[in-house]
Nanobody, 124 residues
Framework: QARLEESGGGLVQPGDSLRLSCAASGQIFSGGPMGWFRQGPGKEREFVGWISGSGGSTVYADSVKGRFTISRDNTKNTLYLQMNSLKPEDTAIYYC?????????????????WGQGTQVTVSS
C-alpha cells in the first residue's frame, strides 16, 4: 500500500533547528523524485523543496534557500528536511509528496501521494 508518513515536527524558538523525516513505502520512493510542501495558517499549500531520485539534485523555494536542506536515504526509503535558522513565518504543517507526474515540481497538483503532515510551530 502506498504510504508516506512525516515525523519530527514540534514547537521551537526562532533561530532553532529541526529535522523532519518522511518514511515512504518502496513503490513511492524507489528512484523517484520527492518534494516537501507546507501550508501555513490561512495560506495556500506552498512548495518548499524537491530532490531528485538519486539525491544528486535539489531545488528550493527562495524563502528557505540557504536555511533548509533536503536529503534522502534510499536504503531506508526515507526523506529528510533539515531546517535551520527557523523563523516564525516557517510555522506550518509540512508535507512530503511523491509520485510526481510532470516536471512542474513546484506545483502540488502533480504529486499523487501525500503524507498526513507534521506541524512545525516557531514561536518565542
Amino acid at each position: 500500500q502506498a504510504r508516506l508518513e512525516e515525523s519530527g515536527g514540534g514547537l521551537v524558538q526562532p533561530g532553532d533547528s529541526l529535522r523532519l523525516s518522511c518514511a515512504a513505502s518502496g513503490q513511492i520512493f524507489s528512484g523517484g523524485p520527492m518534494g516537501w510542501f507546507r501550508q501555513g495558517p490561512g495560506k495556500e499549500r506552498e512548495f518548499v523543496g524537491w530532490i531528485s531520485g538519486s539525491g544528486g539534485s535539489t531545488v528550493y523555494a527562495d524563502s528557505v534557500k540557504g536555511r533548509f536542506t533536503i536529503s534522502r536515504d534510499n536504503t531506508k526509503n526515507t526523506l529528510y528536511l533539515q531546517m535551520n535558522s527557523l523563523k516564525p513565518e516557517d510555522t506550518a504543517i509540512y508535507y512530503c509528496a511523491g509520485g510526481a507526474r510532470s516536471s512542474w515540481i513546484r506545483d502540488a497538483k502533480i504529486y499523487d501521494y501525500w503524507g498526513q503532515g507534521t506541524q512545525v510551530t516557531v514561536s518565542s
